[in-house]
């Protein structure tokens, strides 16, 4: 039998050997299909010259792929009970160090700076789902250097985040990954190609960071704020969600709405990023 991860019998009896049980509560859906984990680390730019942080190893399917391309990768996996599968089938990479800690834990640049030094780095990974949001934040919010986040998120969340801001699909999360870069969809990969296979199709998204709106954005916890506010309530007319979850005066939004240019009606899901950045602007000027 070819000592392959992607050779599902090798796989089972890799797992088996070492009496490990897929924890679902860990979001553990392990690639099996060849073709995904090199395509992941040639569009994510695992290369020579380049450092990847790889978060959730498994058993090391796509951190093979990663290792035999990146000048160093570093891992983060939250299960011990992986270990010992990682020494047999990735242990002997001298360019790999991998971590056993909780992502949302992590200090990101704290982690880079220490890991890579000067080296260029991006981020590839296979997201465990039940945290795909909060672990994206976390990378933005963290302000890291990271030059392109390449993940695999269920289907439907990809469409959200690279729905055009403005549109139904949209939400806060996509606002604030199209602020802090540029997202766009890389490939599909069907539920078949995963062990166990997930209820739910995926797809790998790249994020180019650079933060083009920046400078429109005065208090960036205000723009954050006045767009979670909104979507919170995403039914209401803003001016009701914002009155309600943000205490500001009916009569000031819709003045504030006016000097947009907008009508009294409309909805966050409505506004387009440009606007987003002139009522926040507006907004500030009125209520400081
Ligand atoms: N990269 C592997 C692959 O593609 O086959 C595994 C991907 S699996 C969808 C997600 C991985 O993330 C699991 O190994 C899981 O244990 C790990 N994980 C889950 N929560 C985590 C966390 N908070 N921090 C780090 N790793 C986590």
Redesign the pocket.
């Known amino acids: 039998m070819e000592a392959s991860l992607t050779n599902i019998r090798y796989v089972r009896s890799l797992l088996d050997r070492h009496g490990f049980h897929f ?1 679902k509560k ?6 099996i299909n060849p073709e995904v ?1 090199p395509r992941i680390a040639e569009m994510g730019h695992a290369a020579a010259g380049h450092g990847i942080l ?6 090391g ?3 093979k792929e990663l290792v035999k391309r990146a000048e160093k990768v570093t891992a ?4 011990q009970r ?1 270990f010992p599968i990682l020494e047999e089938t990735v242990g002997q990479y001298p360019n790999l160090h991998i971590i056993h ?4 834990k992590c200090d990101i640049p704290a982690l880079l700076e220490e890991e890579f030094g000067d080296l260029p780095v991006s981020v590839c ?5 039940y ?1 795909t949001a909060p672990i994206l934040m976390h990378l933005l919010e963290s302000r890291a250097k990271l030059e392109t986040i390449t993940v ?1 998120v269920q289907k439907e969340v990809a469409e959200k985040l690279t729905a055009p801001v403005g549109t139904r699909e949209a939400g806060a999360i996509t606002v604030a990954v199209q602020y802090y870069g540029t997202v766009k969809q890389l490939f599909s990969v069907s539920r078949g190609s995963f062990l166990p296979p997930p209820n739910v199709d995926s797809a790998v998204i790249q994020i180019q960071l650079g933060t083009p709106y920046a400078e429109q954005v005065a208090d960036e916890k205000h723009f954050f704020r006045m767009v979670r506010s909104g979507f919170s309530q995403r039914r209401k007319t803003l001016v009701n969600a914002l009155s309600a979850t943000m205490g500001y005066d009916k009569a000031a939004i819709i003045s504030a709405l006016q000097i947009c240019q907008l009508p009294e009606t409309i909805r966050m899901e409505s506004l387009t990023m440009e606007q987003l950045l002139l009522l926040h602007r507006v907004l500030l000027e009125q209520f400081l």
């Open positions: 924890s860990l979001g553990q859906n392990f690639l984990c790889e978060i959730g190893t498994g058993i399917t796509l951190t983060v996996e939250i299960d992986l800690q909780d992502i949302l990974a296979n997201l465990p789902y945290i695999m």
